[in-house]
Structure formats: C-alpha cells, structure tokens
C-alpha cells in the first residue's frame, strides 16, 4: 500500500501542472486583465465586483457612455489596453513591470509554477496582501461549511438510502421519492432565502442570525459559549446546503444497494439462514459502499466551492467560493491561480483519501497488485 501511496502522490505533480497550464491559457484568452483594471482604478472608471454592468463591449460608466467611447472622444495615443489612451506610456509599462505582464506568457507561466512549487502564490493586485494570508483567512468559513454539510449528507443520505433500498416501492419509498425530488428541484440559495424569511427575522420569527460565522462579541465568551455561537451561526447556511446536496447521494445509496440485493451471494446468504441485517449490513454493505465512497471527494470540493459560493453571499460569510468569484471577476490572476491550485491539489489529495477508504470498507481490494 505504501507504495501505491507513493505512486498517487507522485502522480499529482503532472495532473496538478496540466490543470493549471490549461487554465491558465483560458484565462489569457478572456478579454480584460490586471492592467485594465488598474487603469480603471487610475482613472476613476473601476466599479465595484458585484456591480459590474456591461454594455457595448465595455464598462458603462455613470454618465452612460463606456470606456472607449470616452477615450474615443477624449483622444490619445493607441495603446493594446482598453482604456489606456490619454495615458503617458511610461505608466503603462510601470503597470505591466508591476503585474508581471512586461514578460511573455509562457515565461510568466513558468515563474508562476515555480514559486507555486515552493507555495510561494504572490501578493493580490488589489486588495494589498499575501494570497496565502488571504486563503487562510478565508478557509475556516469555507472548511465549516463545506466539512458540516458533507457531513450531515452523509449521515442523512445514507441510512435514507438503505430504507429505501430495503423498502422499494413501498408506501414509505414513493413520499420519500417525493420529498427528495422536490428539495433537488430547488436551488440551495432559493432554501436560503426562504429560511432567512422564515427563521431570521424575516416575516416570521428571528431565531438566527442573518450574517457572519461569530458574533461581533465572539473573542469575549467562554469556550462553551463560542461553540454555542458558532453552532448557531451555521445552522442556516449549512441546512440550505444539505438540503440541495443529499438527493443525488440518497439515491445512488439506493440504487447501489439495490443491484447488490438482487446479486447471487446475497440469495446464498439467505439460504443458509442469516438474519436480514446480517445479510444487510455483514454481506452487501460493504460492496454497495464502495461507489458512494468513491463520490465523497467531488461532492466535498462541490460544496466546498461551488455549492457554497451563493450561500456565502447571501449570509455575508467571508470564504474561499466568494473569494475566488471576486478574483475571477477583478482579474486578480494571483488570487484567482492561487485559489484554484489550492483547490485542484485538495481534490487530488481528498480523490486518495477515497481510495484508501475503499480498502478500510473492503479488504478484499489490492492496489498494489495493479499498476496505477
């Protein structure tokens, strides 16, 4: 086993470098950048991530007219930025030099990798601050999110999905059926919005906090008082998104345990007498497992990031979902290749934590008899 670790591990460095050079080709592509925002800023045409309003190919500005309508009538040098014209030269290649774009792309891939090789990921063009300090400070929100919600899927979805499985087409299977397609046809941020309505002092009760993780007092109480506090905090945020991740998950429990009570051994098992839950639980469980175990890393890095990041807007959490959504949208490329490096090597790692899980639920699997 400790060899195949060893090959997966090794195996993450070119999966992890073609992750990122294809990524980073796209972002090349995408009109816009660092520099253009910077000018922007310069300026005073920059508007703020989440009140971004386009029109015409360019940024509308308060009097109606976009970028280069108002460079088109205030004149200038040509310049390869939108917006730049009218600006001294000398300026613009400050900003390249400082950005790093004074440099071709495929050297600035390579500096990148590099210092991504040391987790050295660089300072934000924007807000002032070293990407790791600004991941870390993020990641505690986006942990607890992500770590409860996986959790309490798991522990609804799977005892679920075993009843159903055991009680097929029954009464109970069809209304839960019915209640598991209904929470899968709405958004996780539409169950946000009707639970502030309902629970957070909306048109209802207010028996939970609208924003943050903690509360504003949160450093002064008691350790006991700090976990009750911060339990309270997520309960919201964490029920609106379990409530939209554990309808796929209960029913491939459900699906996977069928094809397993219906297998040959489980007729053989029955015949010589075994009680049903020794069958259940000694025999088919471990084999129906193993694909359920095997979604645990995408359906993590899923609420982790993508699932989360709406929720995070709408209860004001600061995490790594928002984060990342802001980088993408100010073109602050090292936040925005530093959150997804720290993401796609997570995935990879949490995809050997799954395989590794296989073996704990079924000793019969060998790894190290197969090559990778």
Request: aromatic share 12%; charged share 15%.
């Amino acid at each position: 086993m400790l060899a195949y670790i060893i090959r997966r591990l090794l195996l993450i460095i070119p999966t992890l470098f073609g992750i990122m050079i294809i990524n980073f080709a796209v972002i090349q592509t995408t009109p816009g950048g660092p520099v253009e925002q910077i000018i922007a800023q310069i300026q005073g045409n920059a508007v703020d991530a989440t009140a971004r309003v386009t029109g015409g190919g360019g940024e509308l500005t308060q009097d109606g007219l976009d970028s280069q309508q108002r460079l088109e009538q205030s004149g200038g040098f040509e310049s390869k930025y939108r917006g730049a014209r009218g600006l001294p030269p000398e300026l613009i290649a400050e900003i390249e030099k400082m950005v790093g774009f004074d440099k071709p792309v495929h050297e600035r891939f390579i500096n990148m990798m590099a210092n991504y090789a040391t987790f050295n990921f660089g300072d934000s063009f924007f807000q002032d601050r070293k990407v790791v300090d600004l991941v870390l400070d993020k990641l505690p929100v986006s942990i607890s999110l992500g770590l409860w919600t996986t959790l309490l899927t798991y522990l609804i979805s799977i005892p679920l999905g075993i009843r159903k499985a055991v009680k097929d087409g029954s009464p109970f299977d069809v209304w839960t059926s019915a209640l598991i397609i209904g929470g899968n046809a709405i958004p996780s941020f539409i169950i946000a919005i009707v639970l502030i309505v309902m629970f957070a002092g909306g048109s209802f009760v207010d028996w939970f906090p609208l924003r943050g993780l903690v509360s504003e007092n949160w450093s002064e109480l008691s350790l006991i008082d700090k976990v009750l506090d911060y339990l309270w905090h997520i309960v919201l945020p964490v029920t609106a998104l379990t409530i939209g991740a554990f309808t796929g998950l209960t029913m491939l429990t459900k699906n996977s345990f069928l094809d397993q009570i219906n297998q040959q051994y489980v007729v053989t098992a029955r015949a010589k007498g075994l009680a049903e839950k020794q069958v259940l639980y000694g025999h088919i469980f471990r084999n129906a497992m193993l694909i359920v175990i095997a979604g645990f890393p995408a359906a993590f890095i899923g609420i982790l990031f993508t699932g989360s990041l709406l929720i995070e807007v709408i209860f004001s959490l600061d995490g790594l979902g928002l984060l990342g959504f802001e980088a993408a949208l100010n073109r602050d490329f090292p936040v925005l290749f530093g959150t997804l490096f720290f993401f796609s090597l997570l995935g990879l790692l949490l995809n050997l934590v799954g395989d590794l899980a296989y073996v704990v639920v079924d000793p019969r699997i060998d790894f190290e008899s197969r090559e990778v």
